[in-house]
């Protein structure tokens, strides 16, 4: 009896602690309930995690053999691609937030848009492509970097209530965490282009395009 008695106080001292933690810091507590971003107290970002059980939307692609510019250079101005983005872009989206966009046009607060990017396979063709047994094209080759847009109107309130972030265009491991990027390398981009259509290039995305549902 003494031993059920000291397990009720122990497990009643557990829930206790768990409320205070709840009180005492809102902010981990929601973090805890909506995984999909998590902001440090020095305002970067988590790397997302689970994003690929998401609805995949997308997959833009602009492959550097289509291509003859000077993009992505390094310190010293060489290295650079002939495509500003030469992988396939993945882009993931909560359903929860998916579903808001068929019904509103809008994407809710908190929405989190997870862009995954792969190289393309083994170039063998100038144009980037190659032969495989389904035909000539494109085909997905390693990971190679992975981007976030968070929508936060009072956080992001200068760049149209969308924040942009990166954990680096490479091979993974991704970087851990990643602040804001500078407008120049992708809001003022978005809001040139797609101010529109909630700063998210929906033109791209059959699903939002043309919200046929699932």
Request: aromatic share 12%; proline share 7%.
């Amino acid at each position: 009896m003494q031993k059920y008695l000291l397990l009720v106080i122990v497990g009643l001292g557990l829930a206790a602690s768990a409320v205070y933690l709840l009180v005492a810091n809102p902010v981990a507590a929601a973090q805890t309930e909506q995984s999909s971003v998590v902001f440090n107290a020095d305002g970067t970002v988590q790397v997302p995690t689970g994003f690929r059980k998401w609805v995949f939307v997308g997959a833009p692609l602009t492959p550097e053999g289509l291509n003859d510019g000077k993009y992505n250079c390094n310190a010293s101005g060489t290295n650079c691609t002939r495509s500003n983005f030469p992988e396939y872009h993945h882009v993931y989206i909560e359903r929860k937030n998916v579903d808001a966009y068929l019904k509103t046009g809008e994407f809710p607060e908190g929405t989190v848009i997870v862009k995954e990017l792969t190289r393309v396979l083994n170039p063998t063709f100038p144009d980037s492509s190659r032969k495989e047994p389904s035909g000539r094209g494109y085909f997905n080759g390693a990971y190679n970097g992975i981007d976030m847009s968070i929508k936060d109107s009072k956080r992001f309130a200068k760049t149209n209530g969308w924040g942009f972030f990166t954990f680096g265009h490479h091979p993974m491991p991704y970087e851990k965490t990643s602040a804001e990027r500078p407008v120049t390398e992708c809001a003022g981009c978005h809001i040139a282009n797609v101010a529109a259509t909630d700063m998210t290039w929906i033109q791209f995305y059959p699903l939002l395009r043309d919200k046929p549902g699932y």
